[in-house]
């Protein structure tokens, strides 16, 4: 998985089991579809800012700037 790759909307589940309760619970739908659909667009909206991710072997690291107050 690439950090083009996710905002484009491809999924990939690192771990089956905490997707799957996270899904039971109502937190996460099976779509795969946040980044795109709702993380980007909802923080270009309040904070005028992207999310910054990282991505390794081991992790994904999302950022999640604060918009910056005006002086």
């Known amino acids: 998985m690439t950090i083009r790759k996710m905002i484009a909307g491809q999924r990939s589940h690192r771990n089956q089991l905490i997707m799957e309760i996270l899904r039971d619970y109502g937190y996460v739908d099976a779509r ?5 659909t709702k993380v980007i667009p909802l923080m270009k909206k309040f904070n ?8 390794t072997d081991d992790y994904l690291k999302t950022t999640l700037p604060r918009k910056v107050a005006s002086a």
């Open 32 to 36: 795969g579809m946040g980044v795109r």
């Open 48 to 55: 005028q800012v992207e999310p910054i991710f990282e991505i």
